[in-house]
């Protein structure tokens, strides 16, 4: 799945592209890709309407449109939002076509066809919008409101980090990069977390964040960027996709556990399950996915 460092990474590439381009025409080939409103409903809408804006709002892309509505696309599992030339040919995953004033074409290809797009007024958006945790490279995200998220919950850390509604953009890849790099098992109960655990996992979920970011996103499976390129994060990972492999810190078998449905991956001599004695630094400049 897409995750904060991929959709921002769209966002950046698509922003001076579609800024001031108007939609002439959509084509929904999969009507259940529009949840809202009913697919012929949305094209009707959608054709005339200038962008204004373009921007990430969790895992979701978010245009701002000249009627004064929001476009929200949620790429899920494995979606994609191409940017394309008219005559390009078309994959046969295709499910949505928003042709552009240009002779350009938005194209959201899916595999398994759980993408969907919103066309929401900007109460529904700002509905939804407050459903949605904190921004983890927001200015709101502090030290201290990461001490109030993990000391007022019990479910474990990694399931807590995939919560949207407490923090958002973080998924199975950056979810168990942050936890490594903070030196965190990904069973500990969140509020078993010391402060100064706190304060490594506060800086381990900013890092990683930025270093997907600067790698332009991890290509695991599916995920491309919008002109079709994959990111370069795959390179830099330490945990995540490594089952089986050394750990880059001390040499460990990095080992995969399951999650509330969800593969994790955790070295266990770096990340043990017993709250480790403090004053443990963060990760020597041989682990991956470390900037600056």
């Known amino acids: 799945m897409p995750e904060l460092p991929e959709v921002q990474t769209i966002v950046h590439d698509l ?29 009707r809408q959608m054709i005339g309407e200038e962008i204004t804006g373009l921007w990430r709002r969790a895992k979701f ?7 004064g509505n929001r476009l929200v ?17 078309a994959d046969k995953h295709t499910r949505v076509v928003l042709h552009l004033d240009n002779g350009k074409e938005l194209r959201l290809v899916d595999t398994r066809k759980f993408a969907r797009i919103r066309l929401l007024t900007p109460a529904g ?23 109030e998220i993990v000391r007022a919950r019990g479910q474990k850390i990694k399931a807590l980090l995939l919560d949207q509604r407490y923090i958002v953009g973080l998924g199975n890849i950056y979810a168990d ?23 490594r996992l506060y800086s381990a979920i900013q890092r990683v964040l930025e270093a997907g970011i600067e790698d332009r996103g991890t290509t695991i499976d599916t995920y491309l960027d919008a002109m079709g390129r994959p990111g370069r994060h795959q390179s830099n990972l330490n945990v995540y996709h490594r089952t089986g492999e050394p750990c880059l810190r001390c040499g460990t078998p990095i080992e995969r556990i399951t999650i509330g449905g969800r593969s994790t991956h955790f070295c266990p001599q770096c990340q043990p399950m017993a709250s480790p004695a403090s004053g443990i630094s963060l990760p020597s400049r041989k682990v991956r996915s470390q900037r600056g």
Do not use: C
Not at 125 to 147: D, M, N, V, Y
């Open 15 to 43: 922003g001076a592209k579609l800024n001031g381009r108007r939609f002439v025409d959509v084509d929904v080939y999969w009507q259940p890709t529009i949840a809202e409103p009913e697919a012929e409903a949305f094209r």
């Open 61 to 67: 892309v978010v245009m701002g449109l000249s009627g």
């Open 177 to 199: 990069e942050a936890l490594f790099v903070a030196r965190i098992h990904p069973l500990r109960p969140a509020n078993s977390l010391t402060a100064e655990e706190t304060e």
């Open 125 to 147: 958006f700002e509905a939804l919008s407050a459903s949605l945790g904190i921004e983890p490279l927001g200015k709101e995200f502090t030290k201290e409101k990461l001490r």
């Open 73 to 89: 696309i949620h790429l899920r599992m494995t979606g994609r939002l191409l940017w394309m030339d008219a005559e390009a040919p």
